[in-house]
């Protein structure tokens, strides 16, 4: 059984940054590659950023290159997303989730699933 667990999420202003933890049991963060999802009220989820478990290499979505950074605590189990330079269009629950197959933006690549965190930015 793989369980998620996310946290780190928060009310901040717009320009501050926060770090966004997703604790694993169940499987090894470090033989598996994944992922970071979010979704805004109204909208569909969508593709944050994604780190492989061969190389640790990784990969964002355009809207967050260059503010957002993922990696991967080995030891701990532990996937952390960075988040700087915060904008009000950051605002949404945040999940983390383990990469089954196919394309690395798609939901539907995925099959476990934290419970979600919130981000509020404000402007």
């Known amino acids: 059984q793989v369980q998620l667990v996310e946290s780190g999420g928060g009310l901040v202003q717009a320009g501050a940054s926060l770090r966004l933890s997703c604790a694993a049991s169940?499987?090894?963060?470090?033989?598996?590659?994944m992922g970071w999802f979010r979704q805004a009220p109204g909208k569909e989820r969508e593709f944050v950023a994604l780190?492989?478990?061969?190389?640790?290499?990784?990969y964002y979505a355009d809207s967050v290159k260059g503010r957002f950074t993922i990696s991967r605590d080995n030891a701990k189990n532990t996937v952390y997303l960075q988040m700087n330079t915060l904008k009000p269009e950051d605002t949404a629950v945040y999940y983390c989730?383990?990469?089954?197959?196919?394309?690395?933006?798609?939901?539907?690549?995925?099959?476990?699933w934290g419970q979600g965190t919130q981000v509020t930015v404000s402007s």
């Open positions: 780190i492989r478990w061969s190389a640790g290499s990784t």
């Open positions: 169940g499987r090894t963060v470090s033989s598996t590659d």
């Open positions: 989730a383990v990469k089954i197959a196919g394309s690395d933006s798609r939901p539907s690549s995925y099959r476990y």
